[in-house]
């Protein structure tokens, strides 16, 4: 069952001018440790940031609170499971946000669509209630 679904549109050219003008002190305050290790290696880090930042914002809407009631940009983190399929650790405000939108008996499962034609990047967040597997 789904219980939230964001999206957002994000200007790649506003992340790399946001990195050019603050640097570390934007990207200790919106991303997690891994999210920056992942973009700092990468060629075209700023289009890593800001797919990574609209993924924020996204999962935010998809939350139903926006950056508001405890959630922070660091209680979302992008993460790739084995295959490389995009998902979303929460964490914090982020964690406790999801379990109040959750049934008793169900765990939730984030899926990420992750897109970009520069200068635009686009990401879809769906949150599902999903039953929880035996011994989580």
């Known amino acids: 069952m789904i219980v939230?679904?964001?999206?957002?549109?994000?200007?790649i050219?506003?992340?790399?001018?946001?990195?050019?003008?603050?640097?570390?002190?934007?990207?200790h305050r919106c991303f997690t440790e891994i999210?920056?290790?992942?973009?700092d290696g990468r060629r075209r880090r700023a289009e890593t940031y800001a797919k990574r930042f609209a993924a924020?914002?996204?999962?935010?809407?998809?939350?139903?609170?926006?950056?508001?009631?405890g959630v922070y940009w660091r209680d979302m983190g992008?993460?790739?499971l084995p295959g490389g399929k995009p998902t979303m650790t929460l964490t914090g405000g982020a964690a406790r946000r999801l379990a109040e939108l959750?049934?008793?008996g169900m765990e939730g499962r984030i899926d990420v669509s992750i897109?970009?034609?520069?200068?635009?990047?686009?990401?879809i967040v769906v949150i599902s209630a999903v039953p929880e597997e035996k011994g989580s």
């Open 13 to 27: 050219r506003r992340i790399r001018n946001t990195l050019d003008r603050f640097g570390d002190r934007f990207t």
């Open 4 to 11: 939230g679904v964001g999206s957002d549109l994000i200007d």
């Open 56 to 69: 924020k914002e996204a999962c935010a809407k998809a939350l139903g609170t926006g950056f508001r009631r």
């Open 35 to 39: 999210e920056r290790k992942r973009a």
């Open 78 to 80: 992008v993460v790739n």
């Open 102 to 104: 959750l049934p008793d």
């Open 115 to 123: 897109t970009d034609e520069p200068p635009l990047a686009q990401v």
